[in-house]
């Protein structure tokens, strides 16, 4: 069974500091990876996507990919309260249509 | 408004029931997925389908089952056999599996 590894925190980054996540995966002929926010009670909505090696930059948040090391990372700039919430990392299977997720990180960001 | 619908929000289940929750997306999507998520957890994959009459099990499939008999609709059956259904389940869909899912906002499944 594929697997997406993501430490589950609760990760504590006080206010305007850099929050940084990650994730690894077990699939290597994945090409397609995704961060997902999810707030308490509400559907996760994307944070970013990316495809190739390397970053992805998109406002505060700064995707990292590496595919031979089979990690993907979130970092998150001049955190803010609105911040905290639930990450889920995501990764399409190579091999079919399924979209495994992570079991997320609880991103907490102090005042 | 183009998205995804899901009904009821709240769905209560007795022992032994089937329950059937409801799943339609206007956004002319070809694949669907319906994914269980327990609290604290992640997302895990039930059941997906990438075009009419044609669906896969996902990781944890048992005591589920799904239909796909029209483009706009993906409903999810939680059979009896499902000894722990209590869980939040949500449903999405996509144009292309490479490209982001789309959410639905979710049923709180639980057990009288």
């Known amino acids: 069974q594929k697997e997406v590894e993501q430490n589950s925190g609760p990760l504590s980054v006080p206010e305007g500091a850099i929050a940084s996540l990650n994730c690894t995966y077990s699939?290597?002929?994945?090409?397609?990876f995704f961060w997902y926010r999810q707030y308490s009670g509400k559907s996760p909505e994307l944070i970013m996507s990316?495809?190739?090696?390397g970053d992805k930059e998109d406002g505060r948040f700064t995707a990292q990919l590496n595919k031979a090391s089979q990690y993907v990372s979130l970092l998150i700039r001049d955190s803010q309260p609105s911040d905290s919430a639930t990450y889920l990392c995501?990764?399409?299977?190579?091999?079919?249509?399924?979209?495994?997720f992570g079991s997320g990180t609880r991103l907490s960001i102090r005042p | 408004d183009g998205g995804i619908t899901q009904s009821p929000k709240y769905l209560f289940r007795k022992e032994g029931q089937n329950v059937t929750l409801s799943c339609e997306q206007n956004?002319?999507?070809?694949?669907m997925y319906w994914y269980r998520q327990d609290p604290g957890q992640g997302l895990r994959l039930i059941y997906y389908?990438?075009?009419?009459?044609?669906?896969q099990k996902g990781d944890i499939a048992e005591g589920y089952s799904v239909s796909r008999e029209k483009k706009e609709s993906f409903p999810l059956t939680v059979t009896s056999a499902q000894k722990n259904p209590t869980a939040f389940y949500l449903c999405?869909?996509?144009?292309?599996?490479?490209?982001?899912?789309?959410f639905g906002s979710g049923t709180q499944l639980s057990v009288l």
């Open positions: 956004l002319n999507h070809d694949a």
């Open positions: 699939d290597r002929g994945s090409q397609s």
């Open positions: 389908s990438q075009i009419v009459n044609d669906f």
């Open positions: 999405a869909s996509t144009r292309d599996p490479n490209e982001k899912l789309f």
């Open positions: 995501a990764v399409k299977d190579s091999s079919a249509s399924k979209i495994i």
């Open positions: 990316i495809y190739s090696n």
